[in-house]
């Protein structure tokens, strides 16, 4: 299963929602407050790109010299309808400067520094040293996630449904339920998560044989495990 600290920082650098939480600017808007880019960079520092005149950036510029603490607050939920869409959130606390010279005129790029980082999605809670972050990696999967989990349930809905086969004696709980459906939720490097909805709802976990590093050994993966769901 991927790390904690992987997973927190594909989290970070994936298109997933974000909200930056800074004590005292309550009046904002939540858009105003969300980042229009994030860049990780070589320490695990994270940068936020706002517009120059944003809450954001105004409350990093009047701290000045002083630790202006700040929460990145990231929610990713499901690309796919499926009931519970909330898979994860993550949390980076830390302490929050302007980083001049690093965007466009009209913008202005912020430097979270962090200090404490906590996950809480399909695989557990857990909370992640800062430096563990730096050195974490990025799925190679995320930029097309999204993608891949609805083109699975839109051209290949049968083929998820039959990886219940896969499931042994929980394969009843499946076959056994009229309406019952397999939705693709999520999909990483080291294998594909399916949610079974019926009278019941539950997750499975359909692992690779080894880990993927691109598409094309991601379509190898897939026929393997849709031959095996088939025979």
Same mark, same amino acid.
């Given at each position: 299963?991927?790390?904690?600290?992987?997973?927190?920082?594909?989290?970070?650098?994936?298109?997933?929602?974000?909200?930056?939480?800074?004590?005292?600017?309550?009046?904002?808007?939540?858009?105003?407050?969300?980042?229009?880019?994030?860049?990780?960079?070589?320490?695990?520092? &994270?940068?936020? /790109?706002?517009? *120059?005149? %944003?809450?954001?950036?105004? @409350?990093?510029?009047? $701290?000045?010299? !002083?630790? +202006?603490?700040?929460?990145?607050?990231?929610?990713?939920?499901?690309?796919?309808?499926?009931?519970?869409?909330?898979?994860?959130?993550?949390?980076?606390?830390?302490?929050?400067?302007?980083?001049?010279?690093?965007?466009?005129?009209?913008?202005?790029?912020?430097?979270?520094?962090?200090?404490?980082?906590? &996950?809480?999605? /399909?695989?557990? *809670?857990? %909370?992640?040293?800062?430096? @563990?972050?730096?050195? $974490?990696?990025? !799925?190679? +999967?995320?930029?097309?996630?999204?993608?891949?989990?609805?083109?699975?349930?839109?051209?290949?809905?049968?083929?998820?449904?039959?990886?219940?086969?896969?499931?042994?004696?929980?394969?009843?709980?499946?076959?056994?339920?009229?309406?019952?459906?397999?939705?693709?939720?999520?999909?990483?490097?080291?294998?594909?998560?399916?949610?079974?909805?019926?009278?019941?709802?539950?997750?499975?976990?359909?692992?690779?044989?080894?880990?993927?590093?691109?598409?094309?050994?991601?379509?190898?993966?897939?026929?393997?495990?849709?031959?095996?769901?088939?025979?």
């Amino acid at each position: 299963m991927p790390s904690a600290a992987d997973r927190t920082r594909t989290l970070v650098q994936s298109t997933c929602s974000a909200v930056l939480l800074i004590p005292g600017v309550d009046t904002a808007r939540p858009e105003q407050l969300s980042p229009q880019a994030r860049v990780v960079g070589q320490d695990g520092e &994270v940068y936020l /790109l706002f517009a *120059a005149d %944003s809450p954001a950036v105004r @409350a990093a510029t009047h $701290a000045q010299d !002083d630790e +202006l603490p700040a929460v990145l607050e990231i929610t990713d939920v499901a690309p796919v309808s499926v009931p519970h869409r909330i898979r994860g959130r993550a949390w980076v606390s830390g302490w929050l400067t302007c980083a001049p010279g690093l965007a466009e005129p009209g913008s202005m790029m912020v430097r979270l520094e962090p200090g404490e980082l906590y &996950v809480d999605d /399909l695989w557990g *809670a857990s %909370s992640v040293d800062a430096d @563990a972050f730096a050195r $974490a990696s990025v !799925d190679p +999967l995320i930029a097309h996630e999204t993608e891949l989990l609805q083109h699975l349930h839109t051209a290949h809905g049968d083929q998820v449904q039959e990886l219940c086969a896969l499931l042994g004696e929980r394969s009843a709980a499946v076959t056994g339920q009229a309406g019952a459906r397999a939705v693709p939720l999520a999909l990483d490097r080291f294998g594909l998560r399916v949610r079974f909805v019926g009278h019941r709802c539950f997750d499975a976990r359909f692992d690779f044989p080894e880990p993927v590093a691109d598409i094309t050994e991601l379509r190898r993966a897939m026929h393997t495990l849709f031959t095996a769901a088939a025979h």
